[in-house]
């Protein structure tokens, strides 16, 4: 049970590590995953969508303070250039 309480550097440490051993074995999934990572399957996916969320939320605010609109005025933007360019003869 101790293997749960991996700080976030160290879980995201040993995932990246029995990915790249077990990346092209088609029959191993999360279940497998989680038993490698001794902990749960709810617990895996917890844990991995809390990391997940984590990285957007930092990217979303890196963007905006970089550029100093979100990445989804960035998209805007974006197709409002696309549409206007196909409009130019």
Do not use: W
């Amino acid at each position: 049970m101790a293997r749960s309480l991996l700080s976030e550097e160290e879980f995201s440490k040993r995932l990246n590590a029995i990915a790249k051993v077990r990346f092209a074995d088609q029959r191993f999934g999360d279940s497998e995953l989680s038993s490698e990572m001794g902990i749960s399957r709810f617990s895996l996916h917890r844990k991995v969508k809390e990391a997940f969320v984590l990285s957007a939320t930092y990217f979303t605010k890196c963007f905006h303070a970089f550029y100093g609109f979100p990445p989804g005025k960035a998209r805007e933007l974006k197709s409002i250039e696309i549409a206007i360019s196909n409009k130019i003869p």
